[in-house]
């Protein structure tokens, strides 16, 4: 907990492994790790699971401090608060190791805090991050970047954080990552994350009505959600829906509310319109007066149409105006895109 309130801003941490040694003997890869060493690493990080479900693809943690999901040659973190998160990154290359698998490449990125003198080292300094990062990662790893984009209308407190390093130059993902980050949210809308008197000691069946109250259940229809209510409000789920992810995580409190969105999808599942619909679905749970996209293109190339579709949707169907768009390549990991939008009355 923050001195001045809870941190919504999340790290996030991507590592991805060869896939040598997935075969039909070995499908499950990273999914042989034993819930006990994960249960271990997320202690050091300083959260827990609070719920979990899998399907053949993989298993989705909803943590105390966010999300945990572990693929066959892919793990994804995210934390919240003043989370220790890189403290996970040698003992995950370790058991790693012990389902023969080999670290391919890292990805570490984050907005910027909303209490950032309230974050434990090394998170008071980007740089002194990814020297952590850095000491962590095998040697052998000559791809490597370090970048903050700042848009150039706003100030640092809106800047897009990010690391990566790896084996090789060509990246080995397909999926489209998408990060939201919503701040100064509706405080109606923001209202369907406050417990409601009398279901206290109830998460299970306080997560389902906010996930139905607040319209979280139609941005994805198809998703399998497992979701979870904090006390006396907060709100956490993951949508499962085949090899595709997707998790929100809420601090609705005013003053510092905060709401995430974030998925794995591809450009062309079903046309350009994916993105830009999806998104603007998310978004319009929060109705928030600021927030930023960041869009991660791994395998895919990166496409201008799909950008510029998604600020013309979020005109139309939000009123929000795209006031900064930046982009950034990052040799192995692919391009990232940065954008901010506030509403046009502003």
Not at 41 to 61: G, I, K, P
Not at 238 to 257: K, L
Request: proline share 4%.
């Amino acid at each position: 907990m923050a001195v001045s309130g809870f941190e919504g801003f999340e790290k996030r941490l991507e590592l991805r492994f060869f896939n040598d040694s997935i075969t039909n003997n070995n499908p499950m890869g990273l999914r042989l790790i034993d819930f006990e060493s994960l249960d271990q690493v997320l202690n050091e990080v300083q959260c827990t699971v609070v719920s979990a479900v899998a399907n053949h693809s993989f298993d989705a943690y909803v943590l105390s401090e966010s999300s945990l999901f572990v693929y066959p040659t892919k793990i994804i973190i995210k934390t919240c608060g003043t989370t220790q998160l890189l403290k996970s990154i040698r003992p995950l290359i370790h058991l790693a190791r012990n389902v023969n698998l080999t670290l391919r490449a890292c990805r570490y990125s984050r907005g910027s805090f909303i209490f950032p003198n309230s974050q434990p080292f090394p998170y008071t300094s980007f740089e002194d991050e990814v020297v952590i990062v850095e000491e962590s990662l095998p040697k052998s790893f000559r791809y490597r970047k370090a970048s903050v984009m700042t848009p150039s209308n706003s100030n640092p407190s809106r800047a897009w954080h990010v690391f990566t390093a790896s084996a090789d130059v060509e990246p080995d993902e397909t999926l489209v990552v998408v990060e939201v980050c919503m701040t100064e949210l509706d405080r109606v809308n923001a209202r369907s994350f406050f417990r409601r008197k009398g279901d206290e000691g109830n998460s299970d069946s306080a997560g389902k009505e906010m996930t139905r109250l607040s319209g979280i259940d139609m941005i994805n229809a198809n998703a399998f959600i497992c979701d979870f209510a904090f006390d006396p409000c907060g709100y956490s789920m993951n949508g499962v829906d085949g090899d595709r992810y997707s998790t929100i995580h809420v601090t609705p409190e005013d003053g510092f509310s905060y709401a995430s969105f974030e998925c794995g999808l591809s450009l062309y599942d079903g046309g350009h319109g994916d993105i830009a619909e999806v998104l603007a679905r998310a978004i319009d749970v929060f109705r928030p007066d600021c927030l930023s996209i960041a869009t991660t293109y791994n395998g895919e190339d990166y496409d201008h149409e799909v950008t510029k579709r998604v600020e013309r949707v979020l005109a139309k169907k939000l009123g929000l105006k795209c006031r900064s768009r930046l982009m950034d390549e990052f040799p192995g990991s692919g391009t990232v895109v940065y954008q901010s939008f506030t509403p046009r009355r502003k």
